[in-house]
Each structure stands twice: as structure tokens, then as C-alpha cells.
Nanobody
């Protein structure tokens, strides 16, 4: 199982980015997928989860601004991030697992290396 994120970068407050996570080596459409983020000195935080049926869960801090989606034909997970804020600055990682829609990193057994998102004020 391999997960590779892309799409991170530096943007100004109010800007947008779309993260992608390409999966390989397993039956992608059978897994629940998620995005997590971690900034220096803080614990890893669940951002958004999508199960294999397309149901989603979001952290309160990103509701209405971020959208998680998946393309099973392309084995790719996405995170569309709009109205970005400096507090969104973090290393964003995608993960795969068989858990429910809880924003719990312990439910996910496979992780990518992460892509950095930096939002300046």
C-alpha cells in the first residue's frame, strides 16, 4: 500500500489549494480514506474522512471551507481547500483504513509522507 500526496504550497489568507493523494498497491475503493494535518508543537488533527460509500465527516474547524472527495477509477483522494486561514498551515497527510467516519488517526493503518500547506496573513 502506497499513498503519495501532492498539491501543497504557499498561499495567502483567503486563497485555495487542492490536495491530491494517489494510491497504489491495493483495492483503493474498499478503504475509508482521510486527510489529517499536523503543525509543529501540535498533535495530529483529523481534517476530513470519506468512506467507500462517499459519506463524509469534517472537523468543525474546516466545515464549509474544505471538501473531501474520491475518484475510485483513478485511485485518487482529493481535498479542496477554500478560504484558507493561517491556522490551516500544517503538513497534510492522507491515510487509508477500515474504520468508521471518526476523525481518529488510530483507525488508519496506511499513511503518506505528507504535503506542506503554508498560509500567510
Amino acid at each position: 500500500v502506497q499513498l503519495q500526496e501532492s498539491g501543497g504550497g504557499s498561499v495567502q489568507s483567503g486563497g485555495s489549494l487542492r490536495l491530491s493523494c494517489k494510491a497504489s498497491g491495493y483495492s483503493y475503493n474498499k478503504y475509508t480514506m482521510g486527510w489529517f494535518r499536523q503543525s509543529p508543537g501540535k498533535e495530529r488533527e483529523g481534517v476530513a474522512i470519506i468512506d467507500r460509500g462517499g459519506r463524509t465527516t469534517y472537523a468543525d474547524s474546516v466545515k464549509g471551507r474544505f471538501t473531501i472527495s474520491r475518484d475510485n477509477a483513478k485511485n485518487t483522494l482529493y481535498l479542496q481547500m477554500n478560504s484558507l486561514k493561517p491556522d490551516d498551515t500544517a503538513l497534510y497527510s492522507c491515510a487509508a483504513g477500515f474504520g468508521s467516519l471518526r476523525l481518529q488517526s488510530s483507525d488508519f493503518g496506511y499513511w503518506g509522507q505528507g504535503t506542506q500547506v503554508t498560509v500567510s496573513s
